[in-house]
Nanobody, 115 residues
Framework: QGQLVESGGGLVQAGGSLRLSCASS????????MGWYRQAPGKQRELVAN???????SYADSVKGRFAISRDSAKNTVYLQMNSLKPEDTAVYYC?????????WGQGTQVTVSS
């Protein structure tokens, strides 16, 4: 059974930085894309950033220029570098891996940005 393990969340002051990591287990094959989503209290889960197997990236407008997604294909690990964090970035961040057969989700990691 494939699994995703996230790490790197925490509490940071506004303007600070955090780096999230998401490692896929070796039993996940045929990855088409990996991405990060977030869900704030009372809000729907939203896409933050995505990276396709060919390297193409996409971002939510709210994080463009501040966040950067990258991937280590050899390790099946995806990263999210978050800079210039704002209080409105506070949410649970989830990693998602998309394959030809199904999607895998991580357990989520809390990011809290204080003003």
């Amino acid at each position: 059974q494939g699994q995703l393990v996230e790490s790197g969340g925490g509490l940071v002051q506004a303007g600070g930085s955090l780096r999230l990591s998401c490692a896929s287990s070796g039993s996940i094959f045929g990855i088409n894309a990996m991405g990060w989503y977030r869900q704030a209290p009372g809000k729907q889960r939203e896409l933050v950033a995505n990276i396709e197997s060919g390297g193409k990236t996409s971002y939510a407008d709210s994080v463009k220029g501040r966040f950067a997604i990258s991937r280590d294909s050899a390790k099946n690990t995806v990263y999210l570098q978050m800079n210039s964090l704002k209080p409105e970035d506070t949410a649970v961040y989830y990693c998602k891996t998309q394959t030809a057969w199904r999607d895998y989700w991580g357990q989520g990691t809390q990011v809290t940005v204080s003003s």
